[in-house]
């Protein structure tokens, strides 16, 4: 019947497909069912029969590649992106975004109000990056369906921050549109409107029978389209409406239903054939049948098509799940939800997996060994998408069991895993004591071998490394004595741990160490160890001031931690991407991973790092204090809790930098001297115990210590336009300032006042003004307007990347292939980048980057 009322829709989409060889765009497309998201889709794009495709665009357009969300009582993980992937040859394996970046292409993603949480990771990251993507970017979902905790929320929140989506929203039909489809009928439209709220759906299904009496509900409009058919076609039609997703060919004649059976069936209007199988050409369509199926009828039809898939040995577990569940087949339930839960897990569908778990532990009724390994295995995946509290219950409750049976090996399995949920709840004292109970109780060599591996990282993270590299060295003792397979994991976390205590200890090399063991776990799925490596790696190239090689880094694995859903890593890699770009002075970057990371209500070990910069932010721009002494107060407490010398000295460095704005100490600086001195003979704290005295310097409280890294040690000497000159080395253009305005030659500070009121740091530079007027140093420099600023403090994210290939020579053609954009719009990107540094050339960026930290 065509579209009606969609011309300004269909016009803005097909505006947004035309515009595609320009970069990347994503438009999402909302409405009740029944409002006709597919169909203005498919009309501006091409459709057929089995749904949409590329074949009746013109041979130039780009290709069309759509992933159907289904409304399973369990998402099947990663289920559009598996379509997208397998409808081009790809697998689960292929990244997305490489896929994509191969040629232009229209990605749909139809039904999104039940889609997966691995999937939304998956395209978070691909709004991120959409604009140098030759991709249009279409999802369709209903916003009534959509409330507080959806799984689709965060995918909508960063479409709304992009500066590259549009929105469509379908309103229901004028009783005008409504006539011009029922209207050759002999139908009231006034009637008509009334009684479907202009509905599209609804209005085509009456305009489908004209004549008859007007049904009052949608159900009732579809059903009329079945009266045709014999009892006995009613009934398998029924049972094709059991299948949310489709019914797969194969099964057909598993189930009885032969050709000329479907041909009467697909004779009603109501299915079609799609290369899934047999349909309902509408999910409204489908309800209505399968609302009409007599009590008891259903559970035999989810039956049937389980015991159908069965015979072919299906292993779509997700689905198999779902019919299990409709049978309400609690054995079938608790099998197939554990190998869904797993498939889950192996892909990366964390999220998922806890959801699969949580259906098979709600039905099965024993109490024995197989409900505490479903616990263990719902703990470790509650822990992976940052849910400890829940994962600290399961895990509790796995113990409370394995000590029933008598089981050392699963008593030792339950402490290991609280222990690491302890740890990253920044309780570091629980943590250990459950690291030993787990050591402790009388385990196999496998799970003894895990639990000292536990042991041994929560002594690397206190800096224990003595400690740690001896328990070490006995659980590899212990692994020695079982198979390789059941030690597999516990060897990859000790060569982790051994790898980062050496780097502690300044073997560089230990670097490429780390590297190899996080890609080589990756690999093989062990994605808690893998991310793991890349945490500790880029925590570390921070804290020594390796910036570039810590931004190579957490440009790797970010990525992987959003792809293979992993919050409880994703959170704490922000935050340490927050700290590198507080360092290389990118405060609206900074501040946009920081609030990120505290917003998710991240990890307490991993929020610490978040709060601090938050303060400091606040700080330095001039913010309210209330703010800035709830977040420091936070980052305190947790600080206190976990006991890690370095970030506790970084803690009392902001209060410290705090008594330098203010004029005010606060209390907790009280304990700087008891935590340096603590601090001081323990490797790998030369970088905060600097900082921490040097800050105190500033504010007139003198502290000593022999372990002091190299800028600190100068400024500290009185060399600070020397510390000042190092800290530009280092890329730190803040520390460089800073440094040089507290220098007792008024030349050296009033041009270090000069570059650090460049700095978007007004609440800084004013205090910095002030001390040096009260030194009696006169001739300050004028303080520049904002526009005059020269720096990357105001660049986001995306916008970082951009410059980054300005600084590395890229010309806009150069420039537009990489980022698969037209030439004008590259321009247009340099124009922005140049306007926010400043900047009046390329060249310029070019010759500024080592100091702006894009090379």
Not at 388 to 406: H, K, P, Q, W, Y
Not at 493 to 511: H, K, P
Request: glycine share 8%; aromatic share 4%.
């Amino acid at each position: 019947m065509g579209l009606f009322e969609r011309e300004l829709e269909a016009a803005k989409l097909r505006a947004e497909l035309e515009s595609l060889g320009e970069g990347g765009r994503t438009v999402t497309v909302t409405g009740d069912a029944g409002s006709g998201k597919t169909a203005l889709v498919a009309a501006v794009l091409g459709s057929e029969q089995t749904g949409l495709s590329a074949d009746s665009l013109p041979a130039i357009g780009p290709r069309v590649l759509r992933g159907l969300c289904d409304p399973l009582g369990t998402p099947r993980p990663l289920g559009p992106i598996r379509d997208v992937l397998g409808s081009v040859g790809g697998d689960v394996e292929t990244r997305l975004v490489d896929l994509l970046g191969q040629e232009p292409t229209v990605l749909v993603v139809e039904d999104a109000q039940w889609i997966d949480a691995a999937s939304v990771e998956v395209l978070r990251f691909l709004v991120r990056r959409i604009e140098r993507l030759p991709v249009l970017l279409v999802v369709t979902y209903r916003d009534g369906d959509v409330g507080l905790g959806h799984a689709l929320l965060p995918l909508l929140g960063e479409i709304a921050r992009s500066e590259h989506a549009t929105h469509l929203a379908l309103a229901p039909l004028s009783v005008q549109a409504v006539r011009g489809i029922v209207g050759d009928a002999g139908l009231d439209a006034q009637r008509v409107h009334e009684l479907t709220g202009g509905n599209p759906f609804f209005v085509t299904e009456i305009a489908r029978h004209p004549g008859e009496r007007l049904p009052p509900t949608v159900r009732d409009a579809v059903v009329a389209s079945t009266s045709g058919l014999a009892p006995e076609d009613i009934r398998l039609l029924q049972l094709i409406a059991a299948a949310p997703d489709a019914l797969d060919d194969r099964l057909l004649p598993r189930l009885h239903i032969d050709v000329p059976t479907l041909r009467r069936l697909e004779s009603t209007g109501l299915l079609l054939r799609t290369r899934r199988g047999v349909a309902f050409r509408h999910e409204l369509a489908r309800l209505a049948i399968a609302d009409g199926t007599p009590p008891g009828v259903d559970q035999e039809h989810h039956a049937a098509i389980l015991d159908a898939f069965e015979s072919m040995a299906s292993t779509d577990h997700a689905v198999l799940t779902h019919h299990a569940v409709g049978a309400d087949d609690g054995g079938r339930i608790v099998r197939y939800a554990r190998l869904a839960a797993q498939e889950a897990a192996r892909t990366g569908s964390h999220s998922e997996s806890v959801a699969f778990l949580t259906l098979a532990l709600d039905r099965l009724t024993a109490p024995g060994a197989e409900r505490a390994e479903l616990l263990e295995l719902l703990s470790t995946e509650q822990y992976m998408v940052s849910r400890l509290d829940e994962a600290r219950e399961s895990a509790r409750a796995a113990l409370l069991i394995r000590e029933r049976l008598g089981d050392p090996d699963g008593v030792a399995a339950a402490h290991d895993r609280q222990a690491v949920i302890e740890y990253y709840s920044a309780r570091r004292r629980d943590a250990e004591e459950q690291a030993d109970l787990a050591a402790h109780a009388g385990a196999s060599p496998a799970a003894s071998a895990s639990a000292e591996a536990t042991r041994a990282y929560l002594a690397y993270r206190r800096q224990d490394l003595d400690s740690a590299r001896a328990i070490a060295a006995v659980a590899r003792e212990i692994a020695g004595t079982a198979p390789d397979e059941k030690t597999d994991a516990a060897r990859r976390r000790l060569a982790i741990t051994e790898a980062a205590a050496d780097l502690v200890e300044g073997s560089t090399a230990s670097r490429v160490r780390l590297l190899l063991q996080a890609s080589a776990a990756i690999d093989v799925s062990l994605d808690e160890i893998g991310t793991t490596a890349y945490s500790n790696l880029s925590a570390l190239d921070i804290e020594n001031r390796r910036l570039p090689e810590a931004e190579a880094v957490l440009a790797e694995s970010i990525p992987l931690t959003i792809e293979r859903d992993i919050p409880i890593c994703r959170q704490w890699q922000t935050g340490m991407r927050a700290r590198l770009h507080f360092l290389r002075g990118r405060w609206t970057a900074s501040g946009e991973d920081a609030a990120t990371v505290i917003d998710d209500h991240g990890a307490p070990l991993a929020l610490i790092w978040p709060h601090v910069l938050s303060a400091l932010l606040a700080l330095r721009q001039g913010g309210d204090p209330d703010p800035i002494d709830r977040h420091l107060q936070l980052a305190w407490e947790h600080a206190r809790e976990l006991g890690e010398s370095p970030l506790l000295l970084a803690v009392l460095s902001a209060y410290a930098e705090r008594a330098w704005h203010t004029g005010e100490r606060h209390p907790v600086l009280d304990e700087a001297e008891a935590e340096v001195k603590r601090a001081e003979a323990i490797p790998g704290n030369a970088w905060a115990i600097g900082e921490l005295l040097v800050w105190l310097r500033r504010t007139g409280m003198s502290l000593t210590a022999s372990q002091v890294a190299e800028p600190y040690r100068l400024e500290l000497e009185g060399r600070h336009a020397d510390a000042s000159d190092l800290w530009l080395t280092l890329g730190t253009p803040f520390d460089a300032a800073i440094a040089g305005v507290h220098a007792a030659d008024p030349e050296v500070a009033i041009a270090a006042l000069a570059r650090l009121q460049q700095l978007d740091v007004d609440g800084t530079a004013a205090r910095a003004r002030a001390l040096l007027a009260e030194r009696g140093i006169r001739s300050l420099p004028v303080q520049p307007r904002r526009t005059t600023r020269a720096n990357p403090a105001g660049l986001t994210n995306r916008q970082l990347d951009v410059a980054r290939l300005v600084a590395q020579g890229l010309t806009n053609g150069e420039l537009a292939e990489r980022l698969y954009i037209s030439p004008k719009t590259a321009d247009h990107h340099v124009s922005a980048v140049l306007s926010k540094l400043g900047l009046s050339s390329r060249r310029e960026v070019m010759r500024s980057a080592s100091e702006f930290g894009l090379v």
